[in-house]
């Protein structure tokens, strides 16, 4: 009868618990992970690829400048050919308007900066390079960026916002003239071309030639 109760008593005994599941958690969330961190791994190798084609491009000034003429031309053909998308072609205007000023002002502004900014403006002055608010390289890759995008949404049929586009061809001329406008005075007040020409170089005089007697 005692060893039917013990029986009985261990038979009836609740199971021992599992062991806690850690390593599958661990694996379940590293499987979960691994597509979110391979596409940051790729995301990251892509930017910098671009970013290695984009500093080969550097010292060639003259084919950036070529190839961005021709993404222009490519636009407004693009915009000609579908004869809509004027909405857009304005707000580029008004961008490219913002780049220029940035462009043609120096990177410490005259007004802002105590005893009249650090521009030459005597002949007597060291000379120093003109440093620009928005270099040539950052000024040539936004505009590639605003034409491309530009060109982008022409494919879009709900960016084409009907509009009378002579009106805002005429306005932008205007803010164009303003704004070049107060830019040369700018220049004229503080003395200062937005070019930097190289510093001046004084080579030696040369020999007065002997007389032949």
Wanted: aromatic share 14%; with cysteine.
């Amino acid at each position: 009868m005692e060893s039917e109760s013990t029986v009985g008593i261990s038979a009836s005994a609740p199971p021992a618990p599992p062991p806690p599941a850690t390593d599958d958690l661990l694996q379940s969330s590293n499987a979960a992970s691994s597509p979110a961190d391979a596409a940051a791994r790729l995301i990251h190798a892509v930017e910098q690829r671009q970013q290695h084609l984009l500093d080969k491009t550097v010292p060639h000034v003259l084919y950036r400048w070529i190839a961005c003429l021709v993404v222009v031309l490519i636009y407004f053909v693009r915009v000609y050919l579908v004869e809509g998308f004027y909405i857009i072609t304005y707000a580029i205007g008004i961008y490219l308007l913002n780049l220029i000023i940035a462009f043609l002002s120096p990177q410490e502004d005259p007004e802002a900066s105590l005893g009249g900014g650090t521009l030459p403006t005597r002949r007597s002055d060291e000379y120093r390079p003109f440093v620009r608010r928005l270099p040539e390289f950052k000024f040539w890759l936004s505009i590639i960026r605003a034409f491309v995008i530009g060109f982008m949404m022409t494919f879009f049929e709900v960016f084409d916002v009907p509009v009378f586009w002579p009106i805002l061809l005429f306005y932008w001329v205007m803010l164009f003239i303003l704004t070049m406008r107060k830019q040369i005075q700018h220049m004229i007040k503080y003395r200062y071309v937005p070019f930097s020409f190289g510093k001046r170089k004084y080579g030696k005089k040369p020999a007065p030639a002997e007389s032949s007697e």
